[in-house]
């Protein structure tokens, strides 16, 4: 899913709790422009439980110093997108852990959320 295929709208009120970046913090972080669109334009749910818990963006450098900008959680490890390239990768708190692969880019991401979220209300 590309960041075009996500209606904001459709994206709010499915999530009904959304967290946008400014785009300040954006511009600041060097967020690639399909990202930065998702985090100021579409936003991201506050959670999708158990896969996702929003967090404000913020740069860290991964246990492999990696540049990475932090998006949230997934209950035991952070949720990032890796720069300047933008997959989306569960990066470990402690070393030891493995860093996994989540998705493709940020948009794919959002989309994963917001298709996890249409069909719980759907079978709920």
Known sequence: MTTA???PADAGRIWQR?????????DQLDIPSDAAEILTVVGLPLSVEPLFAAVSPTAITSIDGSRLVRLGTDFGTSICFRLPDGPVISAPDAPGLP????????????GLLLETRRTRQHFS
């Open 99 to 110: 860093v996994r692969h989540v998705n493709a880019d940020l948009p794919r991401f959002a």
């Open 18 to 26: 959304v967290v946008y970046a400014s785009r300040d913090l954006v």
């Open 5 to 7: 295929e996500i209606d």
